[in-house]
């Protein structure tokens, strides 16, 4: 495992943040079971949490004309740090109030940053245009196998859900992922509750 402190990195027209390497869940797809960077990154191994000031001494090097999008993320789960990518993306707004924001994230926030009392999704609205939330499954028993959230709640699925549809009641752009390691009858499932919720799923391939 090499540690760096690489907070930012290019994915084509992107621009991706390392907000922390702490995760809620352990995917068994999860790339960093594979790898210490995404998409020819730099090590995503974090030092130690970076601060606010870190972030904002690295963006001020970035040319944000050149990016459609800021994307939230982490070589871990963001919301992890719920608090902390609030602040971070409301800086952003001050200092670049035309770019996107859009937070990647595997919608369990009110289960594991339970301070928010089920209010995750209202806050997350107030802070980006865009969310990306990790389907994973079209049903709650794969989702457990396939996500392995800490302790197993039995109410992870539905809570993930809940968030995704908060999120769009309150405006945002809303789109869900799956990964093509469940089965194409899985997967089928999956685009059915996407369908259902009125949700654009994306399947993501499994990258080895």
């Given at each position: 495992?090499k540690?760096a402190?690489?907070?930012?990195?290019e994915?084509g027209?992107?621009?991706?943040?390392?907000l922390?390497?702490?995760?809620?869940c352990?995917?068994?797809?999860?790339i960093?079971?594979?790898d210490?960077?995404?998409?020819g990154?730099?090590?995503?191994?974090?030092?130690?949490?970076?601060?606010?000031q870190?972030?904002?001494d690295?963006?001020?090097?970035?040319d944000?004309?050149?990016?459609?999008?800021?994307?939230?993320c982490?070589?871990g789960?963001?919301?992890?740090?719920?608090?902390?990518?609030?602040?971070?993306a409301?800086w952003?707004?001050?200092?670049?109030?035309d770019?996107c924001?859009r937070?990647?994230?595997?919608?369990?926030?009110?289960i594991?940053?339970p301070?928010?009392?089920g209010?995750a999704?209202?806050?997350?609205?107030?802070?980006f245009?865009?969310v990306?939330v990790s389907?994973?499954?079209?049903?709650?028993?794969?989702?457990?196998r396939v996500?392995n959230?800490k302790?197993?709640?039995?109410?992870?699925?539905r809570?993930m859900?809940e968030f995704?549809?908060?999120?769009?009641a309150n405006?945002?752009?809303?789109?869900f992922?799956?990964v093509d390691?469940i089965s194409p009858e899985e997967i089928?499932l999956?685009q059915?509750?996407a369908d259902d919720?009125k949700?654009?799923?994306?399947?993501?391939?499994y990258?080895?």
């Amino acid at each position: 495992m090499k540690k760096a402190m690489t907070l930012s990195y290019e994915v084509g027209d992107n621009l991706y943040l390392n907000l922390t390497n702490q995760c809620s869940c352990n995917c068994v797809f999860c790339i960093r079971k594979n790898d210490d960077g995404a998409y020819g990154s730099d090590p995503l191994w974090l030092e130690h949490e970076p601060s606010l000031q870190e972030f904002q001494d690295d963006l001020s090097k970035r040319d944000f004309s050149k990016y459609q999008e800021i994307v939230f993320c982490g070589y871990g789960e963001p919301t992890m740090r719920l608090d902390f990518v609030c602040e971070l993306a409301n800086w952003l707004k001050s200092v670049h109030p035309d770019i996107c924001l859009r937070l990647n994230t595997n919608g369990l926030a009110d289960i594991y940053s339970p301070s928010q009392n089920g209010k995750a999704g209202q806050l997350i609205s107030n802070c980006f245009q865009k969310v990306s939330v990790s389907l994973n499954a079209g049903d709650s028993e794969t989702y457990l196998r396939v996500t392995n959230p800490k302790n197993k709640p039995d109410n992870a699925y539905r809570t993930m859900l809940e968030f995704a549809l908060t999120c769009k009641a309150n405006g945002l752009d809303v789109s869900f992922t799956v990964v093509d390691v469940i089965s194409p009858e899985e997967i089928q499932l999956a685009q059915q509750v996407a369908d259902d919720l009125k949700i654009p799923l994306h399947i993501r391939n499994y990258i080895s």
